[in-house]
């Protein structure tokens, strides 16, 4: 290895002195931080030793002072956007779709869980079932179905076919 110029090494030692000399003023400062918050510390101790009386002075106004610095504004809740009938009728044509891939015979939907499937904690139960009703083509049957004239019930269940899912199918409520 060749030797380095005496100015090189005397560079490199000022760098690492310049360093070390803003770590050592950094720690003064955090040292004199500290020293003050002790000196204030110690300031206030003798004010908490007051008497009795005037410790329930005291606390009446602080009281009413704290109450109004906790005041904050409140954030209003961001609002739940619902799926459509048409995001419904498209997941279920995509789960027979993959069905059908799969070379499965039928698949069963239940307007409860797909709704818990795609939108957990919202209500929404009316257009899932609306959704799963469009989605019935002949030959399409339920397994459960709500005594409802509209039909609309977490317990409605319909077993799609999915051996022919060829798009001249009726619809199940044109038959």
């Not at 290895?1 to 310049?18: G, L």
């Not at 009703?133 to 004239?149: Q, R, T």
């Amino acid at each position: 290895m060749p030797r380095k110029k005496k100015e090189e090494v005397v560079e490199e030692v000022k760098e690492v002195e310049k360093k070390t000399s803003t770590k050592k003023a950094a720690t003064k400062k955090t040292a004199a931080k500290k020293a003050e918050t002790k000196d204030t510390a110690e300031k206030k101790a003798p004010a908490k030793k007051a008497t009795a009386a005037k410790k329930t002075a005291e606390k009446k106004p602080a009281a009413k002072k704290t109450t109004a610095k906790k005041t904050t504004k409140k954030e209003a809740k961001p609002e739940v956007v619902k799926k459509s009938v048409k995001d419904y009728e498209d997941i279920i044509n995509w789960k027979k779709g993959e069905a059908h891939g799969m070379d499965w015979l039928y698949i069963e939907v239940n307007a409860n869980d797909l709704l818990t499937e795609v939108e957990a904690g919202v209500d929404n139960l009316e257009t899932v079932c609306n959704a799963i009703l469009n989605c019935m083509l002949e030959g399409d049957g339920f397994i459960n179905e709500p005594s409802e004239e509209n039909k609309v019930s977490a317990d409605l269940t319909v077993r799609y076919y999915c051996d022919n899912l060829n798009p001249d199918r009726r619809k199940y409520f044109e038959v």
